[in-house]
Nanobody, 112 residues
């Protein structure tokens, strides 16, 4: 059974930083596409950052230079370092793997 468990969300002031973690079980992260998506109230879920299967990365334009996705394959965990956070980054952030698997989400709230 595949499980993705996110942690690290919270409330932060604009300009602050947060680091999200996603630990996987039942699936090997490094052999699958995996990444982070987010969904703000009233909006569709959108890609934030991801590793493709070949290891290349892809970022949403508005987070380039502020967010960094990384991985610890030994821990089967991926991370999202978020710096210079803005109120428009407020959303529930979801970890995703191999197209079909999703975590439960973690709330990120950025106050102005």
């Amino acid at each position: 059974q595949v499980q993705l468990v996110e942690s690290g969300g919270g409330l932060v002031q604009a300009g602050g930083s947060l680091r999200l973690s996603c630990a996987a079980s039942g699936i090997t992260f490094s052999t699958n596409g995996r990444g982070w998506y987010r969904q703000a109230p009233g909006k569709q879920r959108e890609l934030v950052a991801r590793f493709n299967r070949d290891g290349s990365t892809r970022y949403k334009d508005s987070v380039k230079g502020r967010f960094t996705i990384s991985a610890d394959n030994a821990k089967n965990t991926i991370y999202l370092q978020m710096n210079s956070l803005k109120p428009e980054d407020t959303a529930v952030y979801y970890c995703q793997a191999a197209v079909n698997y999703w975590g439960q989400g973690t709330q990120v709230t950025v106050s102005s």
